[in-house]
């Protein structure tokens, strides 16, 4: 019974599961947020290609 106990009061494994939401949500943002600012960042490589060019 008091191992029971001391697993319900254990609380060690919380911290990596919110750091893992935080990664996942981190995440999505970045998923999310890829194709509306692939265009500009294509436009942006192009420019810097075409002035590093001689």
Avoid: C, N, W
Avoid at 21 to 29: C, E, H, N, Q
Avoid at 31 to 54: C, E, K
């Amino acid at each position: 019974m008091i191992k029971f106990v001391r697993f319900l009061k254990d609380e060690s494994g919380a911290t990596a599961i919110e750091y893992g939401l935080i990664a996942a949500g981190i995440g999505l943002v970045l998923v999310a947020a890829a194709p509306l600012i692939g265009a500009q960042i294509t436009a942006l490589f192009g420019a810097i290609a075409t002035a590093l060019t001689p």
